[in-house]
């Protein structure tokens, strides 16, 4: 699995460096990392988040899914309940194609 390199923002400006979304991503979770993606295609394309661990009923803890609109950006929360035993979280894309990704911790 490829760690999406997590930018911290800062006083001093700068902006987040956007990668090529991968279906092998992980990225660090917390409760200030957020993982922007932005959709350049003409479909809206999914982004989910694998759920990690069990719920006190036993049941797995749900995948979330995101849709990211076309043409649209998305800033989606990185939170630790879906830390996986390396403490990062699992992510896929319906497509990868025009598809663009940036983890930031602000």
Same mark, same amino acid.
């Given at each position: 699995?490829?760690? /999406?390199?997590?930018?911290? /923002?800062?006083?001093?400006?700068?902006?987040?460096?956007?990668?090529?979304?991968?279906?092998?991503?992980?990225?660090?979770?917390?409760?200030?990392?957020?993982?922007?993606?932005?959709?350049?295609?003409?479909?809206?394309?999914?982004?989910? /988040?694998?759920?990690?661990?069990?719920?006190?009923?036993?049941?797995?803890?749900?995948?979330?899914?995101?849709?990211?609109?076309?043409?649209?950006?998305?800033? /989606?929360?990185?939170?630790?309940?879906?830390?996986?035993?390396?403490?990062?979280?699992?992510?896929?894309?319906?497509?990868?194609?025009?598809?663009?990704?940036?983890?930031?911790?602000?």
């Amino acid at each position: 699995m490829a760690l /999406i390199t997590t930018h911290t /923002i800062s006083t001093d400006g700068g902006a987040p460096t956007f990668g090529a979304a991968d279906n092998a991503d992980t990225a660090e979770t917390g409760s200030t990392n957020v993982l922007v993606v932005k959709n350049a295609s003409a479909s809206s394309v999914d982004v989910t /988040i694998a759920g990690q661990g069990t719920l006190a009923s036993g049941a797995d803890y749900p995948d979330r899914v995101y849709t990211v609109a076309a043409s649209e950006e998305a800033w /989606i929360p990185l939170l630790s309940v879906y830390r996986n035993v390396d403490g990062e979280a699992e992510l896929s894309y319906e497509a990868t194609a025009d598809v663009t990704r940036a983890v930031v911790r602000l």
